[in-house]
């Protein structure tokens, strides 16, 4: 059986069903608000957070009753990704899986239907991007974006970019690391800000190789895949005196250009990136124990002083490391 709806339709059961059963998992933060989902369509929930103005991300943990065929008029949209941990949809754009995701620009949707199917439950994140804030990311002094960047901004009556791809290993992690953050407050807003961003920093990065025609994108065949998954336990195993590239490529049987292709495939950044990254999220955890002090965690991730740990640290998350201890524990 399939259910058949118009979004309005479906806008006044979920602000019917709102009104009766929102919640704040987090008592903290009035702009962190969890919906069940109506029960005439299935069960679960979607729970939204307004990150910052023009910010919003939205997690979705359902279970469909039946197939839903959903009707959208046409609108305006801001720029959005949609990623499917498991569940399947399909609209004029693309069908999306387990794994998928799209990245759409603003501009106009056309009218279009959407289908839902009931065979899995969907657990899925996006975030929406106002077009002044991309810009203020992204662009120039002028608010002007790149070249390479600038189709993703267009006028409300122009169609919108449109862009289906697999999730890397390292746009999972961060969004299994969204799905269980486990902060509260401040901590949470700067944490869960920080982890979109970062995906979003993994977007821009494809558009400007997609544009430049070096995407790395193109699959690659099984066995490399596993040459470079291979390559990940190398580094991991070797963190505190790392293989050089060169070195590394040997070790898994690939040249160098393979391999730094391949790893940015795969983890969606380069060899150098993920080890810092791996570093500092370690760092953060230490961080987080309170086993340890801020020069002791430095020296342990390799750094020669507090100094050039505490930049690395603060471009990563957004606050040096004594800040993050201090909003830690405020939030416990």
Known sequence: ?????????????????????????????ALDIMY??????????????????????????????????????????????????????????????????????????????????????????????????????????EGQLPKELQHLIRKPDEPIYYRKGTATQTMQKIGQQILHCHYQSVAKRIYLESKVLELLGILILQEIDIHNGNSNLHPLRPDVID??????????????????????????????????RGFRYCFGTSVFSYMRNYKLEQARKMLEAGEMNITEIARVMGYTSRSPFAAAFRKQFGVNPKQYQKLRKSSV
């Open 1 to 29: 059986m399939t259910i058949s709806i118009s979004e309005r339709e479906y806008e006044e059961l979920l602000f019917q069903q709102t009104v009766e059963t929102s919640q704040h998992p987090d008592p903290n933060d």
């Open 36 to 141: 069940q989902y109506p029960k005439l369509l299935g069960e679960g929930y979607w729970r939204v957070i307004e990150l910052r103005s023009g910010l919003e991300l939205s997690i979705g943990d359902l279970q469909l009753c039946d197939c839903i065929t959903t009707e959208h008029p046409e609108h305006e949209e801001y720029l959005e990704f949609h990623f499917h941990f498991s569940g399947q949809h399909e609209d004029c754009y693309a069908s999306l899986d387990t794994g998928h995701y799209y990245f759409a620009g603003s501009g106009l949707i056309p009218e279009r239907k959407t289908n839902c199917y009931e065979k899995q439950p969907f657990l899925e994140i996006d975030f929406f991007v106002q077009p002044e804030l991309m810009r203020s990311f992204a662009g120039n002094s």
């Open 227 to 260: 040459r470079i998954h291979y390559a990940e336990e190398i580094i991991l195993q070797k963190l505190d005196n790392p293989p050089s590239l060169s070195e590394l490529a040997r070790l898994v049987g690939l040249n160098e250009c393979t391999l730094k």
